[in-house]
């Protein structure tokens, strides 16, 4: 399987930046697509942003223009840079991964990392 793990969440003021990292291990070769969700408190799970192996991307309209996700195969870690925050991307921000493994389809999550933005 594929085990993720965030960091670089913090507390930052409006109109401020962070930088997430998500380190993958494990079945790296097995991962097809990876991608940032987020959870604010009483909110559902939202897609922030995803990226393929093929670099392609797709983002949430709430953050189109202010984040960038991207992924360095080399050093096995997807990362998310946040720009111009607000209080409303304040959530727990989780890693995700899809890929397959012995013609079975999953989906992992890693634990998770805090972001607030203050007013």
């Known amino acids: 399987q594929v085990l993720l793990v965030e960091s670089g969440g913090g507390l930052v003021q409006a109109g401020g930046s962070l930088r997430l990292s998500c380190a993958a291990s494990g079945s790296i070769v097995s991962i097809n697509v990876m991608g940032w969700y987020r959870q604010a408190p009483g909110k559902p799970h939202e897609l922030v942003a995803r990226?393929?192996?093929?670099?392609?991307?797709n983002y949430a309209d709430s953050v189109k223009g202010r984040f960038t996700i991207s992924r360095d195969s080399a050093k096995n870690t997807l990362y998310l840079q946040m720009n111009s925050l607000k209080p409303e991307d304040s959530a727990v921000y989780h890693c995700?991964?899809?890929?397959?493994?012995?013609?079975?389809?999953?989906?992992?999550r890693g634990q998770g990392t805090q972001v607030t933005v203050s007013s």
């Open positions: 990226i393929t192996n093929g670099g392609s991307t």
């Open positions: 995700a991964a899809e890929g397959t493994i012995n013609k079975s389809d999953y989906e992992t």
